[in-house]
Every structure is written in structure tokens, then in C-alpha cells.
């Protein structure tokens, strides 16, 4: 025997008959806290931001690398 029952509820209305929290107003809190965190790393993305933090870091592993190459061709280095 197969037996087929349709309701007809919001899913405001079903959450409230099976007794579950309402979690909107966290939900609500926690997608202005993303939009607020996507807007700060959007702003990061700014070319002249970028560069200002990339260059003092590329430009000291110039100067290593160049370190790095002079003290291999020292000829007083030991083999």
C-alpha cells in the first residue's frame, strides 16, 4: 500500500511546526560581515596596493639571488 500526503507550508511555516531556530537573523549578520570583508580585500586589489606591498619583496630577493650567484663564483671558496 503506498500512500502520498502533499502539504502545502511556507518554509518559515515547516520550521516553526518542527520546532528548528530561526537562523535569518544570523544569516543576515553574517553575509554583511562577508560583504564588508569583500569589499576590504577588493580594495587590497588596487594595482598601486599591490606593488607598494610586492616590490620591497621582490627587489630584497634580487639582492639575495645576486648574493647567491657572487658567492658561488668567489675563488677562494673552498670545493
Not at 32 to 42: G, R, W
Amino acid at each position: 500500500m503506498k500512500a502520498t500526503m502533499n502539504i502545502d507550508c511556507t518554509p518559515e511555516e515547516a520550521r516553526v511546526f518542527l520546532g528548528l531556530p530561526d537562523v535569518q537573523p544570523m544569516q543576515e549578520h553574517l553575509m554583511k560581515e562577508m560583504q564588508v570583508s569583500l569589499s576590504a580585500n577588493l580594495k587590497a586589489m588596487d594595482p598601486n596596493t599591490m606593488i607598494n606591498a610586492w616590490l620591497p619583496t621582490t627587489f630584497k630577493g634580487f639582492e639575495q639571488l645576486q648574493e647567491l650567484f657572487a658567492s658561488q663564483m668567489n675563488p677562494s671558496r673552498k670545493r
